[in-house]
């Protein structure tokens, strides 16, 4: 039987989307017009249409998004994988607040699928630690959520 599209986020994913997490991002590599996955953190869900992330606003991803603005943000939650599509824009070139130049990111949800594998759940959920000074990294992952909610 195949999955039920819906047209934006549901409840859970909307929760598991007010905090920093680890996600996967596929957009449509400027060059070689292929697939090109990006794993990020700094994500938002700014309401149940509309998702904000943050990169370095030299990066490929928005080299790739300036050229081709369809994306799937993959998300590990709820016991389950989903499959968000949209289409993205540069909404902020650099982000205020933050001392990094940073892009903010706005992808318009088009469709949510939960694509896991029939008759499995997610277990665990993905983990990650930051490598460098864990003070740091913390200031800084705040500085960014507070922006992008402010956005």
Do not use: C
Request: without cysteine; glycine residues 4%.
């Amino acid at each position: 039987m195949a999955n039920q599209v819906e047209p934006k986020l549901i409840k859970a994913l909307y929760d598991e989307l007010q905090h920093e997490r680890f996600v996967t991002l596929a957009t449509i590599d400027h060059e070689s017009g292929g697939p090109n996955v990006s794993a990020i953190s700094w994500v938002l869900a700014k309401n149940e249409e509309t998702i904000y992330f943050a990169v370095d606003n030299r990066s490929r991803i928005v080299q790739n998004i300036n050229q081709n603005n369809k994306v799937v943000i993959n998300v590990i939650a709820n016991e389950s994988t989903y499959s968000i599509g949209g289409e993205a824009t540069v909404k902020v070139e650099k982000m205020d607040g933050v001392p990094l130049k940073l892009a903010l990111i706005e992808i318009s949800i088009k469709e949510v699928r939960d694509v896991m594998f029939y008759g499995s759940k997610i277990t665990t959920e993905p983990q990650y630690d930051k490598t460098y000074d864990k003070e740091a990294a913390a200031r800084l992952d705040k500085q960014v959520m507070d922006a992008m909610k402010k956005a």
